[in-house]
């Protein structure tokens, strides 16, 4: 099964440039021990062995094949490399014969003396782990009293015997990006893009769960899963969208419908179900409505035609005349005209409709020449309706104004044209693609389900909303247009575009470039997307990015305990986020490399975190720009924000602020602790300042090899408390924050901590495969390596420029193509 | 304008915008004219009584995170169970529900142990809190099986509104990494639909209570339902075509993700057509809530109120909640704690700790103790929903110090299954190590609600019985 991505930045880098045994931490702690009190420090590896079977059989291992060396070390060395570890030598024989074995860095076949495996085993080799297993008692001690290990001449002899495994192991690279499972929108996308397309600021998917998180984000593809009461919240949030953009505009709608034959007039004649005005003359009706107010009127009518011109008509309403209309159905055909939107100021309403063009000719003076047309024009009126009240104190609302200012939803089956060729519109920019035939008419067939009731046609379309906008394409990001390993389609791209740089969706100018063909090739890719970063939208990706990140997400919920942290409020919390948004905000937008964040020379504050930082002359609540460093502060890892989010309530925690300086920063993270370890050391008086207690780490074998990394960085943080102030005290005792970087740098202060960090190799790396990741939605797999390192190059070269950065991603095949599903069980459907 | 108008408008304020608290009035619009109808028309439960029934058999599981102070959790001896046997330990919040209880000590839930797979017991533990599998270890991929609340579930689909309901008090998304190289998603869902499907929870009152009991509108006209039955089916049956069409261009697991949304697009058919044939609404006995309670014991016993209110409708059978996140670091201040719970779990055995921890233990045992006076007060024809219902009290590990995931402390609730309430029992093996496993036990609640299954989990064999 191929591993992800993860601390493999780390083993990246001691594969293709620096050669140092980096991830360790062999205690050979076991599942037995779960059942022993934690007691660490008593017990020795040897203890906690498992019982070996030849011991029992009275076998002597003699001659040391592979597999033998491979049994025997594996119960001291998987803990730490077995599977799923950065260097996973022990998960298996066949991973130990190639990851080890064939790997001339540790043993180069035949000759043991140019075989570094023997120096760690001694504690002589390189890097940050010189012995292994790690820190307590060497291998030799160990297996002193142990005759079913090999010893070191045992191992010496083992190599020697090595004959060459024939080719070298091949670096397996993927050339095509790992498939990604189908990507949901996550809460802030959904809200961006129903934002965008329908022009509202309302927010449904706060309401919505929330996102489980993966590799600290919440944008990761696996993890976006489907539950029933997530489609219930789109359900919900379909509904109440479509509602708001095309809201109720007739109140109770109620329809008053005067039938023709009921109507009164001197001329003409009512019919079973009409009216016929067989000569000019105006045929009138009362009406009795509950409220005054705005009516839609209409009527339905038609007529025999004769003569040159159609039958023509005026409409009186309360005395008002409106008109001429005219109708062109012919008897027995009717039509239904919709005449507008009425006043009605009574409750009692009287109607009527006046023929105006009566025409008569009959066929004898047709002949003789003195009427130009034989026939007899007549008008005939099923019924008038009014419609209503229209609550016309509801404005326009800005969705209406951008897709249906030309069509006036109100009238009804005349607006039909226009509604379809707005929805239309709606629908591409919805779904982000052209819809095919079929599925226009699918759509359209909701909106003509309702064409038949009073206010159908903004009900029809407010349908046709609730369904766009629960529909799997616009929930997910489909991408079944191309092949596996081939190029998106344009569409998808632009989609893939707006998810990264903007957190939404293509807008229409974006949906266009693709249709027109400008991200065809990878240049015009990058073109869009620099301008797409160059785009105020691309403030959410900064903004969310930087959140999740730096952690100023979690600072924004921290709650120091009051009475230790009495100065903290929320004007400082507030101050605190604001100078970690402003400072990664000026890293994508100044001219600087993303890895300034560490040392940046300059930093945000208003006059409450200056105070609060110990600096003079800065006053009022407005952001000023200072340099640094000054008031021993450099960086993000001395922004309060971060310093708070990295703490426990009550107290400073190094552990954490190590582990994520290792872990985010330098992709260095050691193994988590074992099970039943975490936690603080027992028996150590609880009033000793933290780094005293911590040292026990130190003390104890199993903990001294990966803690000795993280507690250096931490305690290089300590003169800064839990809300990110400056102390130089810890219970009484004066704070020592000097340390070592990775066992190799050297540092006297905080200050000198980060300009260390800057300059670690990982940095770039480490940093790079988080934006990647959060770019992509998911994280890398080993065998993707040399898509990885391309990007690496390019950004390296730019000295990890922010936009050079995004040019390198987009233009990625891991951006560009769609990927290939590795596993047996997913094969592409039928 | 109108009396009736006004009513409208409101109504329609408060579906358009979700965010803004509509006033008091207009829930009673919508629900308020039923408050005091009688239950005994749902779903023929008046057939299931004449018939000498007990009523339907419910399920509630409830999960407290961290683990317990075990030295002063159970009573000092084991067998029949009274007040006085519950004073001086963490239970003794329970005293008036003794003969409801039964305490079962030594039981097993191995899936939650590494098996080589290294730290993460707290994800691991609440992730096989109810389903009893190994989950695979993974920072994004999810990989378990279904809970056996969703065994019952699906089991019962199809006969109440909603198939089961999961709530909580701790949502997510504030957290940076959640355990050891484990998706959020293992700590943060007991409820598992299937082996990729986590059933998120609901953890605002306000949202939950709307979303049970805001729905309907008893006042509208036959015709006005049918219309709105008419429009809401046409548009599912739209995104269901678009959903199935998508389906046949998708790979495997892709494909899974698409029959999720398609399960839960048919679920709303479903509660909307049964919703448009019920003649009688039944509503909940207080008010819509309008904020998050800050107090946390508040705002527990709310949600609790509001599943209870949603099982005396018989809109669900089967629920789960979550007092707190796998694991959860929340600093309970409101009884006076400034440490995080996580934190002070690993107390090594320092007696400060040890106290705060089981100051805790009893904080939420009380929440418990809530739930049970609500359910045992809430009559349901002759019994109380208690009666009927099984509740399964429990953490993901047994001492939060040691991430045990044997011997775990288990609180049963309810008659609802047929085994013996009113005792402590300890059915620990002599050596305390491969005890029986919680799966069985699971198998004997699914079994006792008439759905029997031949195994569950990674090693539930045989359905539990109390030793003779």
């Known amino acids: 099964m191929s591993r992800q991505f993860g601390n493999h930045i780390r083993t990246w880098f001691c594969a293709s440039i620096y050669l140092i045994l980096t991830v360790g931490c062999d205690s050979a702690v076991t599942d037995a021990q779960e059942s022993v009190p934690a007691d660490m420090g008593a017990s020795t590896m040897v203890d906690l062995m498992p019982p070996n079977p030849m011991v029992d059989a009275g076998v002597q291992p003699t001659d040391w094949t592979t597999e033998r060396v491979f049994r025997a070390l594996e119960p001291m060395c998987a803990q730490c490399h077995g599977e799923g570890q950065a260097l996973p030598f022990f998960d298996s024989l066949a991973a130990f014969e190639q990851g080890l074995v064939g790997d001339q860095r540790w043993v180069v076949m035949g000759e043991p003396d140019e075989s570094t495996l023997l120096d760690f085993l001694v504690g002589q080799g390189d890097g940050l782990f ?202 027995p055909a009717f039509e239904i005209q919709d005449i507008g939107v009425v006043e009605l100021n009574t409750v009692v309403g009287f109607l009527g409709i006046r023929f105006l063009n009566d025409y008569y000719c009959p066929q004898e003076r047709f002949d003789d020449g003195t009427c130009p047309d034989a026939g007899d024009r007549n008008m005939h009126i099923d019924y008038v309706e009014i419609e209503g009240p229209v609550a016309d104190d509801i404005p326009q609302t800005p969705f209406e104004s951008e897709f249906l200012d030309e069509c006036d939803l109100a009238l009804g089956h005349a607006s039909t044209q226009c509604a379809q060729t707005a929805l239309g519109r709606l629908a591409r920019l919805i779904w982000r693609r052209d819809l095919t035939a079929l599925e226009r008419d699918k759509l359209w067939t909701l909106v003509n389900a309702e064409l038949e009731e009073p206010g159908g046609l903004q009900m029809g379309m407010r349908q046709a909303v609730h369904a766009l906008l629960l529909s799997p394409h616009f929930l997910f990001r489909v991408e079944t247009s191309s092949a596996p390993g081939e190029r998106l389609s344009n569409y998808e791209l632009a989609a893939r575009l707006a998810a990264f740089i903007w957190r939404s969706v293509p807008d229409e100018a974006l949906l266009n470039a693709a249709s027109d063909g400008r991200l065809d090739t990878n240049e015009e890719l990058a073109i869009v997307a620099a301008s797409m970063l160059d785009d105020d939208r691309s403030d959410s990706m900064i903004f969310d990015l930087g959140e999740q990140w730096l952690l100023t997400r979690q600072a924004a919920l921290v709650d120091p305990e009051y009475d230790l942290f009495p100065d903290f409020d929320e004007d400082l919390r507030q101050a605190m986020l604001e100078e970690t948004r402003l400072v990664f905000n000026e890293i994508w937008r100044g001219e600087h490399s993303l890895l300034d964040l560490i040392d940046a020379d300059f930093t945000f504050v208003n006059e409450r975190l200056a105070e609060h930082y110990g ?102 943080l300590e003169q800064f408390d839990a809300v990110g102030a400056f102390r130089t005290e810890d219970h009484g005792v004066t704070i020592e924050p000097a340390g070592v970087l990775l066992g190799e740098d050297e540092f006297g202060t905080a200050v000198e901590m980060a300009q260390s960090i800057r300059s670690r190799p990982e940095l770039g790396p480490c940093m790079l495969n988080k934006v990647i990741t959060y770019a992509l939605g998911r994280g890398l797999m080993d065998e993707e390596v040399c898509l990885f390192e391309d990007i690496e190059r390019q950004a390296h070269d730019l000295d990890y420029r922010p936009n050079a950065i995004v040019d390198a991603i987009v233009t990625s095949p891991l951006f560009t193509s769609k990927g290939v599903s590795r596993t047996d069980s997913d094969e592409e459907g039928q | 304008m109108g009396e009736s108008s006004m009513r409208k408008s409101e109504r329609k304020r408060r579906i358009l915008l979700p965010r803004t608290g509509p006033s008091r009035r207009s829930f009673l619009a919508g629900v308020g004219a039923t408050l005091a109808l009688p239950y005994l028309e749902f779903f023929g439960r008046g057939t299931a009584l004449a018939q000498g029934h007990m009523g339907p058999k419910r399920f ?409």
């Open chain 1, 130 to 331: 010189a012995q292994m297993p790690p820190a307590g008692p060497t291998y030799e001690a160990l297996i002193a009293d142990d005759p079913t290990k090999p010893t070191l001449a045992d191992l010496a002899d083992w190599i020697r015997g090595l004959e060459s495994l024939g080719e070298p192991p091949v670096r397996v690279c993927w050339p095509e990006p790992n498939a990604k499972a189908l990507h949901r929108l996550n809460r802030l996308e959904y809200n961006h893009a129903v934002q965008s397309l329908l022009i509202t600021e309302s927010s449904p998917a706060d309401n919505f769960p929330s996102e489980d998180n993966s590799f600290g984000l919440d944008n990761i593809a696996d993890s976006l899963t489907v539950s029933p009461l997530l489609i219930e919240k789109y359900d919900l949030a379909a509904a109440s969208l479509a509602e708001e953009v095309l809201p109720d505009r007739l109140g109770a709608p109620t329809v008053f419908r005067l039938e023709g034959e009921a109507m009164m007039s001197p001329v003409g004649r009512a019919f079973d179900d009409y009216f016929n005005l067989w000569s000019a003359g105006l045929l009138t009706g009362e009406i009795e409505i509950e409220e005054p107010g705005d009516y839609t009127l209409r009527v339905r009518v038609g007529g025999t035609q004769a003569g040159p011109e159609p039958v023509r008509f005026e409409v009186l309403v309360n005395g008002s005349v409106l008109g001429p209309f005219e109708t062109q159905a012919q008897a």
């Open chain 1, 615 to 716: 600096l003079d002359g800065i006053e009022g609540d407005q952001f000023v720009e200072i340099p640094l460093p000054q008031g021993n502060r450099l960086g993000l890892l001395t922004h309060a924000s971060w310093l708070a989010a990295t703490s426990q309530r009550t107290r400073t925690s190094p552990v954490k602020r190590g582990k994520w300086v290792l872990e985010e920063l330098l992709c260095s993270a050691p193994p988590p602790p074992p099970p039943s370890v975490e936690g603080l050391i027992e028996d150590v008086d609880q009033n000793a300042p933290l780094r005293t207690r911590l040292e026990q780490h130190r003390a104890d074998p199993a903990c001294a090899a990966c803690h000795q990394h993280m507690d250096a960085v931490g305690f290089g």
């Open chain 2, 60 to 468: 509630l599981g409830f999960y407290v995170p961290n683990g317990f102070n075990m030295a002063q959790f159970w009573p000092q001896s084991t067998g029949a169970l009274d007040a006085a046997a519950l004073q001086g330990t963490s239970l003794s919040g329970l005293s008036p529900y003794a003969d409801q209880l039964l305490l079962l000590n030594g039981l097993d839930n191995h899936a939650g142990s590494a098996q080589g797979d290294g730290p993460g017991d707290h994800a691991r533990g609440t992730s096989t809190f109810l389903t009893c599998v190994h989950p695979l270890k993974h920072a994004s991929q999810l990989q378990i099986g279904p809970s056996m609340d969703q065994v019952l579930a699906r089991h019962l689909d199809g006969q109440t509104r909603y198939a089961s309901l999961e709530i909580g008090c701790e949502g997510g998304g504030n957290e940076n990494a959640c355990d050891s190289g484990y998706s959020c998603a293992y700590s943060r869902n007991i409820a598992w639909r299937d082996a990729q499907t986590p059933l998120p929870k609901e953890t605002n009152p306000r949202l939950l209570f709307e979303r049970l009991f805001g729905g309907f509108d008893a006042n509208a006209s036959a015709d006005a339902r049918s219309r709105r039955l008419r429009r809401r089916t046409s548009v599912l049956d739209f995104v269901l075509g678009d959903a199935q069409a998508l389906k046949q261009r998708l790979g495997q697991s892709d494909k899974h993700r698409m029959d999720a949304y398609m399960t839960g697009i048919r679920d709303i058919e479903q509660r909307i057509v049964a919703a448009a044939n019920e003649d009688t609404i039944c509503g909940p006995s207080f008010e819509r809530p309008v904020a998050v309670p800050t107090d946390r014991r508040a705002y527990a016993q709310l949600m609790l109120d509001i599943m209870v209110q949603a099982m005396k409708c018989d809109l669900t059978r089967v629920g789960t909640f979550m007092f707190g996140n796998g694991g959860s670091n929340r600093a309970h201040t409101e009884i006076g704690l400034a440490e995080g719970h996580h934190e002070l779990s690993h107390h090594q055995h320092d007696e400060a700790k040890l106290a705060k921890i089981a100051q805790i233990d009893a904080w939420e045992v009380s929440i418990l103790g809530h739930l049970l006076e609500s359910m045992t007060a809430t009559d349901m024809g002759g019994h109380s929903l208690l009666d009927e219902t099984t509740v399964f009290f429990s953490s993901e590990v047994e001492d939060g110090n040691r991430h045990y995931h044997y011997n775990l402390p288990i609180i049963l609730a309810g008659r609802a299954g047929g085994l013996q309430t009113g005792q402590y029992v300890d059915v620990r093996n002599a050596d305390e190590t491969n005890n029986e496993p919680v799966a069985n036990l699971f198998m004997r609640i699914i079994a006792d609600a008439g759905a029997a299954v031949d195994s569950f989990g990674d090693d539930g064999t045989r359905p539990f019985s109390l030793p003779a």
